[in-house]
């Protein structure tokens, strides 16, 4: 069975430095999401992705907060300069059409020191 | 925004007793809720949804409850098993463009054997 993938499993960084997450999400969705959740918090919603444009991003995802699709197969989070707030694990999701069930990765920790 | 309220935060029960878990939400526009399971170490996985126009959906021990004028809908399972373990979400969603998922807080299930 497809499912979405994502790298690496675990990023740790120095405050201040870039970090570029990345996904794989299944081959025929359309629709791509990124979530991430802090440690003992609730799952929150970054950014949705469709047709190589945002369709809608939450109050989390601020100037630097970037996504790209730069081939037919990945779905990438980039963090400009990393606070120590961003550490989390981020989730990677995928969807085939905007309803319905999204399929999660199985998540990057990221943790900033 | 929607906001998602979940409970109980963690819930034992013996094998083979049921286990209940609740959520209520705030947002009347919303018409989507999955439930997603997470085992520890893996990618969250849907497990039962359920769309505003249906009351109850059951899948084998898996059920799921929606009271819309309440707003609040449960995900019950019964003769838990020990594999029944792990942390359960719930959201919602109002399934327009931009798709966005808002969660509960996850609820951690352990099946006693």
């Known amino acids: 069975e497809p499912e979405v993938t994502q790298t690496p499993s675990h990023q740790v960084t120095q405050m201040g430095q870039e970090v570029i997450l990345r996904c794989v999400p299944i081959?025929?969705?359309?629709?791509f999401y990124w979530y991430r959740q802090i440690l003992g918090q609730k799952v929150e919603f970054l950014v949705s992705f469709y047709n190589n444009e945002i369709s809608e991003k939450s109050e989390i995802f601020d100037d630097q907060f970037s996504v790209e699709r730069p081939d037919g197969s990945n779905f990438t989070l980039k963090i400009r300069s990393t606070k120590l707030e961003d550490s989390a694990m981020y989730f990677c999701?995928?969807?085939?059409?905007?309803?319905?069930?999204?399929?999660f990765g199985p998540g990057t920790r990221l943790t900033v020191l | 925004g929607e906001n998602v309220e979940q409970h109980p935060s963690t819930l034992s029960v013996q094998e083979g007793d049921s286990a209940v878990i609740k959520c209520t939400y705030s947002?009347?526009?919303?018409?989507?809720f999955p439930w997603y399971k997470q085992e520890l170490g893996k990618r969250p996985q849907l497990i039962i949804d359920?769309?505003?126009?249906?009351g109850e959906k059951k899948d084998q021990r898996i059920a799921v409850t929606l009271n819309k004028t309440a707003k609040h809908f449960s995900l019950h399972i019964t003769e838990t098993q020990p594999e029944d373990s792990a942390v359960y979400f719930c959201a919602a969603s109002d399934q327009r463009a931009g798709n966005q998922f808002y969660f509960g807080t996850g609820t951690s299930l352990t099946v006693i054997p």
């Open positions: 999701a995928s969807s085939i059409g905007e309803m319905g069930e999204q399929f």
């Open positions: 359920i769309r505003s126009n249906v």
């Open positions: 081959s025929n969705h359309l629709y």
């Open positions: 947002d009347s526009a919303s018409n989507y």
